[in-house]
């Protein structure tokens, strides 16, 4: 589809969106159903739509960055992470007299994933009777999640993978829709982040990284290879030494970052930087 990168570049120029980055298939299968949706018959037709119709540029941009989530989505990842992966983390904060528990949520959609990680963390600590302050970033370029994420209202099905006790310490429901409790709200940072940008490593929000955790999942499975390797050297290199990464379960590090992350989980995409 060659009128696809005009597509793109009018992207780039109306809203500041550089998606040259991403799969084409799955760019081109995107834009296929707006063009359906707005009765396009021809790419060309719906490139002329995109220049008449303001709006449709919006609704591309949501199809491009479509979010699907919930909450403690691969439940594993967070046993291995409460059971294993926070003591250890703990343990050298402790020892290194440090105050803070630094996270980052890489596409974080709409704060599912932060939230719980969030919880995970409150709970370990409670059962550990440890207080340690946390701060967790959340970085996304949908700006509609970003926005739903810091209202902290969700529908029922994003909760189907949580505890009945989990419920009911973090959430109040009213009128059907559950509202993340305020203080848990607070340890959770929402900003807009694009993973290619070329003058940021880290998000701005986070002032220096040195990151305890990253959580970077089923966002790199939509990157070209290029890409996929300058969004691993900005997690590497936002990680401190004997941080942790975790990725989405179709996800590896590349070959030449191998040597610097040692897998700590065989059920689960848990990584260590160990150089």
Same mark, same amino acid.
């Given at each position: 589809?060659?009128?696809?990168?005009?597509?793109?570049?009018?992207?780039?120029?109306?809203?500041?969106?550089?998606?040259?980055?991403?799969?084409?298939?799955?760019?081109?299968?995107?834009?296929?159903?707006?063009?359906?949706?707005?009765?396009?018959?021809?790419?060309?037709?719906?490139?002329?739509?995109?220049?008449?119709?303001?709006e449709?540029?919006?609704?591309?941009?949501?199809?491009?960055?479509?979010?699907?989530?919930?909450?403690?989505?691969?439940?594993?990842?967070?046993?291995?992470?409460?059971?294993?992966?926070?003591?250890?983390?703990?343990?050298?904060?402790?020892?290194?007299?440090?105050?803070?528990?630094?996270?980052?949520?890489?596409?974080?959609?709409?704060?599912?994933?932060?939230?719980?990680?969030?919880?995970?963390?409150?709970?370990?600590?409670k059962?550990?009777?440890?207080?340690?302050?946390?701060?967790?970033?959340a970085?996304?370029?949908?700006?509609k999640?970003?926005?739903?994420?810091?209202?902290?209202?969700?529908?029922?099905?994003?909760?189907?993978?949580?505890?009945?006790?989990?419920?009911?310490? /973090? #959430?109040?429901? &009213? !009128?059907?829709?559950? %509202?993340? *409790?305020?203080?848990? $709200?607070?340890?959770?940072?929402?900003? @807009?982040?694009?993973?290619?940008d070329?003058?940021?490593?880290f998000?701005?929000?986070?002032?220096?990284?040195?990151?305890?955790?990253?959580?970077?999942?089923?966002?790199?499975? /939509? #990157?070209?290879? &290029? !890409?996929?390797?300058? %969004?691993? *050297?900005?997690?590497? $290199?936002?990680?401190k030494?004997?941080g @942790?990464?975790?990725?989405?379960?179709?996800?590896?590090?590349?070959?030449?970052?191998?040597?610097?992350?040692?897998?700590?989980?065989?059920?689960?995409?848990?990584?260590?930087?160990?150089?």
């Open positions: 589809m060659n009128t696809l990168n005009h597509i793109l570049k009018l992207l780039a120029e109306k809203r500041g969106f550089d998606f040259s980055g991403y799969r084409r298939p799955m760019l081109e299968r995107r834009t296929q159903k707006r063009m359906f949706k707005t009765n396009c018959g021809k790419p060309a037709e719906y490139l002329e739509y995109l220049q008449n119709n303001t449709e540029l919006d609704e591309l941009i949501d199809a491009f960055t479509i979010n699907v989530s919930n909450f403690f989505r691969n439940p594993l990842v967070f046993e291995y992470l409460e059971r294993i992966v926070l003591h250890t983390i703990i343990n050298s904060i402790t020892l290194k007299k440090d105050e803070l528990l630094r996270i980052w949520s890489a596409g974080c959609s709409r704060g599912e994933e932060a939230y719980s990680i969030a919880m995970a963390v409150n709970e370990f600590l059962k550990e009777k440890t207080a340690l302050d946390t701060i967790i970033f970085t996304d370029i949908d700006k999640a970003l926005s739903k994420g810091r209202s902290g209202v969700y529908d029922k099905q994003s909760l189907y993978n949580l505890k009945l006790g989990m419920a009911e310490s /973090y #959430f109040k429901e &009213e !009128s059907g829709k559950y %509202i993340i *409790d305020d203080e848990l $709200k607070k340890t959770v940072k929402f900003s @807009f982040f694009n993973l290619l070329i003058n940021h490593i998000p701005p929000e986070s002032i220096y990284g040195s990151f305890d955790m990253v959580f970077c999942r089923n966002v790199l499975i /939509y #990157f070209e290879r &290029e !890409s996929q390797g300058v %969004i691993f *050297d900005k997690l590497y $290199k936002s990680l030494i004997n @942790f990464l975790i990725l989405g379960e179709a996800e590896l590090p590349p070959t030449e970052l191998k040597g610097k992350f040692r897998r700590e989980s065989k059920c689960c995409k848990i990584y260590k930087k160990i150089a």
